[in-house]
Every structure is written in C-alpha cells, then in structure tokens.
C-alpha cells in the first residue's frame, strides 16, 4: 500500500492509506513546502533492517516498515511507510519533527519531479 502524497497550496500532505494507518500510527502528515528541502527516488534509504530505534510503529523485514524511528547517533526522527524499497522516496525536512520522510509512492520519479517543482517555486520557500 503506497503512501499517497499531494501538493496542496502550499503545503505537502501526505496520506497513510489503509492498513498502514494500524501499523505506522498515523493517519497523515502534513508540512509546509517551505520546510521542504528536497526530495529524492532513494530505495536504499528503505532496504536493510536497522533503521533507528523504533518508537512507534512496525518493522518486518522484508514486509514493511512503518511508523516513527529514532537515529540515536543523528538525534533526528524518520517516518517510514514502505513494503517495497523499490518505490521508495525520501523527503528532506527542515524545522520540523521529522528530518526526512521515506514513503512507498505508486511513481517515485514523478513524485519527486512534482515535489521538486512545488519547492522551486517562488513563494513555497
């Protein structure tokens, strides 16, 4: 189940959709495109096992990663809604709760293009 994301004024909204809402205990995530710094297709950012110290949410590998982490050594969080890392884009975050967002989108390199167009723009900075 891939993450829905949609450029809305000028914010970025991220949806949780179905079941994942259970498992990452959050149902949205909504942030100023202002405080977006950029995005990327990243599918190693989802691989492997270890992502951080796991606060809220679910991690079986090689099913899904879901929910909120803590990287002890950076003392920053990441949110995480991925079961297939090949569909995966990292969102770069600024002044806010979550330094980066790794989320399983349907078209990672045009979520990424429409992100980066939606923060090039005059105004979203």
Do not use: C
């Not at 995530?29 to 989802?46: K, T, W």
């Not at 809604?81 to 770069?92: K, Y």
């Amino acid at each position: 189940m891939a993450a829905m994301i949609a450029i809305q004024g000028d914010g970025l909204h991220v949806t949780i959709e179905g079941f994942d809402r259970v498992l990452a205990l959050r149902v949205h995530i909504d942030v100023p495109l202002s405080h977006v710094r950029s995005a990327r297709v990243d599918p190693d950012s989802a691989r492997g096992i270890f992502h951080g110290i796991k606060m809220a949410g679910s991690n079986i590998p090689g099913v899904v990663t879901a929910g909120s982490y803590l990287d002890p050594g950076q003392g920053t969080w990441s949110f995480f809604d991925v079961h297939d890392p090949a569909r995966a884009i990292v969102v770069e975050l600024d002044h806010e709760h979550y330094a980066r967002l790794v989320l399983e989108v349907d078209d990672p390199p045009g979520t990424v293009a429409a992100i980066q167009a939606a923060i090039a723009t005059p105004g979203a900075r």
